[in-house]
């Protein structure tokens, strides 16, 4: 089943291609039979393991205490802060150094350092205070901007589902706000994004004071003398790809506002200042690459469903995520993500891409031609290299959107790595082919 040709013109016009182009993070690709047997099998993986929690060492993220293949949620420690005498409540996914990665139980991602060198508010300067007589725990980090939660998150799909009628983030992010922050006194650069403020109770349902991913916080154990423990959040994680393997991610924030929306993340337009569009692995980037798709297949139960019409379609994008949402998770379950592919992964064989990976996601937006979509190309992509091989050799049947040039639509997504699902990823499908952008 497969989503008939719709006019590129109806699509991707005027004001209508900011909403559009804030998509998501999907995939492209024509691949081999057997890279779809290969996908098609992933994706059973995932449904298959959907009852039970997944086994530690398919941890990335090594600070998750537990991910929830039912719930779809990842459990991280939930540290505690402050922003201008306001509670507020921030993860730590990533660090730009590699020991301190390694003691905090977070992913290692030294392009973090680059993300100030065009714009130095894109990490912001922290400070940290403890009690004196502390004995064993935490300071408290003291943030410049937070994000605002209250406003209600709404996407109204158009027509043709893209472009949107209407598109409202849920959480904006405050004067000064960045996830990425630097300790006063220090060169290393976090990945903290607040994912909740005030001191409780918290809406897990509607999200007034939380993000639109946060389904459940749970309150540090009481702690006896000179001990610590603490809170923890679950979070609604997204299915993905990376190098042909199921992978788990979740997402944060956002630069563009349909973005925000789909991702059910922070819009904090500040970020699409970070260093450098289209840089990916050049001098001076901080991002790594992202490879959405505008109109895969749809269809609930289609192996080859993909991308931002299908996570309209199929994935309950118009409804609030929370534990009682049951469709929702049952199709988020089931395959209803964009499934979208990432660039570089931590667990790639070979250094250059598994050290060059960053939480900073810069979104190479593709569209399928009406030809592809005639002829049922459309289908599910796993693997970068092959939607760069394919927007090399056939524009015919991959271009950016409304038929421009393949490649960075200028928005940016926060999308920290958790684990994979079946195995773990080593090595593109395929080699790059001469002129492809790689």
Same mark, same amino acid.
């Given at each position: 089943?497969?989503?008939?040709?719709?006019?590129?013109?109806?699509?991707?016009?005027?004001?209508?291609?900011?909403?559009?182009?804030?998509?998501?993070?999907?995939?492209?690709?024509?691949?081999?039979?057997?890279?779809?047997?290969?996908?098609?099998?992933? *994706?059973?993986?995932?449904?298959?393991?959907?009852?039970?929690?997944?086994?530690?060492?398919?941890?990335?993220?090594?600070?998750?205490? +537990?991910?929830?293949?039912?719930?779809? /949620? =990842?459990?991280?420690?939930?540290?505690?802060?402050?922003?201008?005498?306001?509670?507020?409540? @921030?993860?730590?996914? $990533?660090?730009?150094? *590699?020991?301190?990665?390694?003691?905090?139980?977070?992913?290692?991602?030294?392009?973090?350092?680059?993300?100030?060198?065009?714009?130095?508010?894109?990490?912001?300067?922290?400070? +940290?205070?403890?009690?004196?007589?502390?004995?064993?725990?935490?300071?408290?980090? &003291?943030?410049?901007?937070?994000?605002?939660?209250?406003?209600?998150?709404?996407?109204?799909?158009?027509?043709?589902?893209?472009?949107?009628?209407? =598109? +409202?983030?849920? &959480?904006?992010?405050?004067?000064?706000?960045?996830?990425?922050?630097?300790?006063?006194?220090?060169?290393?650069?976090?990945?903290?994004?607040? =994912?909740? /403020?005030?001191?409780?109770?918290?809406?897990?349902?509607?999200?007034?004071?939380?993000?639109?991913?946060?389904?459940?916080?749970?309150?540090?154990?009481?702690?006896?003398?000179?001990?610590?423990?603490?809170?923890?959040?679950?979070?609604?994680?997204?299915?993905?790809?990376?190098?042909? +393997?199921?992978?788990?991610?979740?997402?944060? $924030?956002?630069?563009?506002?349909?973005? &925000?929306?789909?991702?059910?993340?922070? @819009?904090?337009?500040?970020?699409?200042?970070?260093?450098?569009?289209? #840089?990916?692995?050049?001098?001076?980037?901080?991002?790594?690459?992202?490879?959405?798709?505008?109109?895969?297949?749809?269809?609930? #139960?289609? %192996?080859?469903?993909?991308?931002?019409?299908?996570?309209?379609?199929?994935?309950?994008?118009?409804?609030?995520?929370?534990?009682?949402?049951?469709?929702?998770?049952?199709?988020?379950?089931?395959?209803?993500?964009?499934?979208?592919?990432? #660039?570089?992964?931590?667990?790639?064989?070979?250094?250059?891409?598994?050290?060059?990976?960053?939480?900073?996601?810069?979104?190479?937006? #593709?569209?399928?031609?009406?030809?592809?979509? $005639?002829?049922?190309?459309?289908?599910?992509?796993?693997?970068?290299?092959?939607?760069?091989?394919?927007?090399?050799?056939? %524009?015919?049947?991959?271009?950016?959107?409304?038929?421009?040039? @393949?490649?960075?639509?200028?928005?940016?997504?926060?999308?920290?790595?958790?684990?994979?699902?079946? $195995?773990?990823?080593?090595?593109?499908?395929?080699?790059?082919?001469?002129?492809?952008?790689?």
């Amino acid at each position: 089943m497969k989503d008939r040709p719709r006019s590129r013109t109806l699509v991707l016009t005027g004001a209508a291609l900011t909403f559009l182009v804030g998509g998501l993070i999907a995939l492209p690709l024509v691949a081999s039979s057997a890279t779809n047997a290969t996908a098609a099998k992933a *994706v059973a993986l995932v449904a298959d393991e959907s009852s039970r929690l997944l086994p530690a060492q398919k941890l990335i993220l090594k600070s998750a205490k +537990q991910v929830d293949l039912t719930n779809n /949620t =990842v459990r991280l420690p939930l540290h505690r802060g402050v922003s201008h005498g306001h509670t507020v409540w @921030y993860i730590l996914t $990533e660090s730009s150094d *590699v020991g301190l990665a390694a003691d905090l139980g977070v992913n290692y991602a030294a392009k973090l350092t680059n993300l100030g060198v065009s714009c130095p508010t894109c990490v912001q300067t922290v400070t +940290q205070t403890s009690a004196p007589d502390l004995k064993f725990g935490e300071a408290t980090v &003291a943030f410049t901007g937070a994000p605002d939660f209250s406003p209600r998150r709404v996407l109204v799909p158009g027509p043709t589902t893209l472009p949107a009628t209407t =598109v +409202q983030p849920g &959480a904006v992010g405050g004067p000064g706000y960045s996830p990425f922050i630097r300790i006063e006194g220090s060169p290393v650069v976090y990945n903290a994004p607040i =994912v909740a /403020t005030g001191d409780g109770p918290f809406d897990v349902t509607t999200h007034s004071n939380t993000g639109d991913r946060v389904l459940a916080i749970h309150p540090a154990d009481r702690a006896g003398p000179g001990q610590f423990t603490q809170a923890t959040v679950d979070l609604l994680f997204i299915h993905g790809f990376d190098a042909g +393997q199921p992978i788990l991610y979740i997402s944060t $924030e956002a630069s563009d506002p349909l973005a &925000a929306v789909l991702e059910r993340a922070t @819009y904090v337009p500040l970020l699409n200042q970070a260093s450098f569009r289209g #840089g990916d692995d050049a001098l001076g980037s901080g991002r790594e690459r992202i490879f959405p798709f505008l109109n895969g297949q749809s269809g609930a #139960g289609n %192996p080859n469903a993909q991308g931002l019409i299908h996570l309209i379609k199929d994935g309950h994008a118009t409804e609030d995520a929370n534990l009682g949402n049951d469709a929702l998770l049952a199709a988020l379950r089931n395959g209803g993500d964009a499934l979208n592919i990432q #660039g570089d992964f931590p667990t790639i064989t070979d250094p250059r891409h598994a050290l060059s990976y960053s939480p900073l996601w810069d979104a190479q937006l #593709g569209e399928w031609t009406d030809e592809a979509v $005639e002829d049922g190309l459309n289908k599910l992509q796993t693997d970068e290299n092959q939607i760069l091989n394919l927007a090399a050799t056939r %524009p015919d049947l991959l271009t950016g959107p409304g038929g421009a040039a @393949y490649g960075s639509v200028g928005f940016v997504i926060n999308c920290p790595v958790i684990a994979f699902t079946n $195995e773990e990823p080593k090595a593109d499908l395929v080699d790059l082919v001469p002129n492809a952008q790689g």
